[in-house]
């Protein structure tokens, strides 16, 4: 029998047993949280905070994602600009382009939308991007004091998912937490972040030798590979929580790493796809854009 992805009452005589952890209700709320606030400055008179989006060449997916972070800005009273570029733009001409943005005091995030087109260096591209304004948390400076301890922002994807296990009151202290994947985006900061809250953290990826042996010995699994129902129901234990980052497309329809219908049977706790982790990246996006814009009022008005 086929589960229909967001449809949670499924398998006619094999319920169900895991809660579902709804990123979306918690995200929606987040978000009305921060355009409370929002709405608290700018009666004040102070200026909302300001994302600048860039997108060169004409990716279709890319201009999705471009297209939602800004109604996710639109939404919560921020101020944003779009930057739409041709794919034939130099390295030189996006170099001038963040530099100016570094410099606009309305401006305290700044978004480069990823992939690049073929012959830009993204890497030397990411790093132009001014720290202070660096809400997807990728530059060398934010991700080396995160890993220190002392973050500035923290990468979106990980903290959205520690963000829902913290509403889910989930006690990391001393739980084994099993990451698959290693990528500088998601597997290895959230791993970073599990640890820094006591959990005690296994990283794999695709030369782990067994890896159904470690994941049925974990507490906690968080899935972030990029392949459509890795995770199936023969690799998982009862009790366990499991956190589906993948987004895999499967013709028309939105699918995560865990085979979910098999894998939602046996634990106690899973996030669905779509509703799961993807609204909480973008809520942290914005939290993180917000933390920018306190940060450059505090240090206008230390001046
Ligand atoms: P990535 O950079 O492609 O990294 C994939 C990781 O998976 C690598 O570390 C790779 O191991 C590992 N892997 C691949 N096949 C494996 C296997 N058979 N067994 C064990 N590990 C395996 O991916 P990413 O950027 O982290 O993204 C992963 C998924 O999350 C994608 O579906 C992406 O769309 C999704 N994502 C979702 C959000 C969201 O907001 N929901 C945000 C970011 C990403 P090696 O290092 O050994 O190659």
Known sequence: MTLVIGNLDFYVGCPMTANIIDGKTLANALQSEIAQEVKIIVEKGIQPPGLAVILVGDDPASQIYVRNKKAACAKVGFYAQEFLLPAITTEEDLKKLIFSLNQNPKINGILLQLPLPKGMNEKNMLELISPEKDVDCFHPVNVGNMFLGRPRFLPCTPAGIM????????DLKGKKAVVIGRSNIVGKPLAMLLLSAHATVTICHSRTV???GITRDADIIVVAIGQA??????????GQIIIDVGQNKLGEKLVGDVDFAAVARKVAAITPVPGGVGPMT???????AWQA?????????SR
């Open 163 to 170: 963000e829902m296990l913290k509403h889910e009151k989930i």
């Open 282 to 288: 973008i809520t942290m996006l914005l939290k993180n």
């Open 229 to 238: 129902g890795f995770l199936t129901g023969d690799m998982v234990s009862p």
């Open 210 to 212: 067994n890896l159904p």
């Open 293 to 301: 814009a306190r940060l450059a009022r505090k240090t206008v008005a």
